[in-house]
């Protein structure tokens, strides 16, 4: 499979099944991306049944999370079995939460938490959601902080396209690169020529196109390797030019994030409809759940 593809998969996700919007607005998600969450929300509509969905993207993005909104009314899905099912089903493989909104009764809250949490054995919890939707933002950031949302990398990082590019000076020569990939803490290129940059050299005036946003911005070497072809790869931590501390400067990394989002859930949004309409196409009763990686190599 394609490396960057490979890369879109493996990192890990957080999906929302039928949120209700109104206590958990998807305008959440950008500002989710920009705490290292790449989070995305599910919708039941025809591409092709919910159940088949859900059982697609677990056995895809295998390092994943998954909250089930279960006030939400979806056509044969009884929430109760059918997250039962999946726990059984996928175990360790696949961390379940499960959100409500708000119980007047306390006892009600007690037996969901009971059943969730004990008879059924999900992990991730049985958050009940406040009307007031400005207060779900801080609550779900903390779920997503206490399930390890982020995964192995402290830093989203959204793979480049092939006109995505880096150009800086290095003693007086000025060298061309390829934009590998970027966060909002670094970024790699491959250098057109064999060069050799010292291990935390700093550069000044490095010349960055991501995505379509160009910016400047300051950077040190924190790893450096020859590849094919007789070039190099470097990777780069950022240093803002202000005051020569690590990171960006707020604008860009306020319009950096805003990049970032879209290069991500982009690549993410057409692999998972390209899968949905895929498996909802000529769906066969009793056909095979889930969808694994090597089925997708068929599909791009």
């Not at 049944?49 to 993207?57: M, N, P, Q, V, Y």
């Not at 150009?167 to 934009?179: C, I, P, W």
Request: with cysteine; aromatic share 12%.
């Amino acid at each position: 499979m394609d490396e960057s593809v490979s890369n879109i998969i493996e990192g890990r996700k957080t999906f929302f099944i039928v949120p209700d919007v109104s206590l958990l607005p998807d305008s959440y998600l950008e500002d989710y991306m920009a705490r290292g969450y790449e989070a995305y929300f599910i919708a039941d509509d025809r591409t092709c049944s919910l159940d088949k969905k859900i059982e697609a993207l677990m056995t895809l993005f295998t390092d994943s999370i998954f909250f089930f909104y279960i006030d939400s009314k979806v056509e044969s899905i009884e929430w109760p079995h059918y997250i039962r099912y999946l726990q059984e089903t996928y175990g360790n493989n696949a961390l379940i939460g499960v959100l409500y909104a708000k119980r007047e009764s306390s006892s009600e809250k007690t037996a969901l938490e009971k059943y969730y949490l004990f008879d059924v054995g999900i992990q991730c919890g049985c958050i009940s959601l406040e009307y007031q939707k400005e207060k779900n933002f801080g609550l779900i950031d903390k779920v997503l902080y206490a399930n390890q949302a982020v995964g192995r990398r402290k830093n989203v990082r959204a793979i480049a396209d092939n006109i995505s590019k880096v150009n800086f000076e290095y003693h007086k020569k000025k060298l061309n690169a390829k934009l590998v990939d970027v966060s909002l803490s670094h970024f790699s290129c491959v250098v057109d020529e064999n060069i050799y940059i010292p291990m935390y050299e700093k550069l000044t005036d490095i010349y960055v196109e991501a995505g379509g946003l160009h910016f400047i911005t300051d950077g040190i070497v924190i790893l450096e390797r020859s590849i094919e072809d007789g070039k190099n790869l470097l990777v780069f931590v950022f240093v803002r030019r202000s005051d020569g501390q690590q990171g960006l400067e707020w604008d860009i990394k306020q319009r950096l994030s805003e990049r970032i989002y879209v290069m991500i859930t982009d690549k993410v949004k057409n692999i998972m409809n390209l899968v949905f309409q895929e498996i909802g196409r000529n769906p066969k009763p009793g056909e095979r759940r889930g969808f694994k990686a090597e089925d997708l190599e068929r599909l791009l």
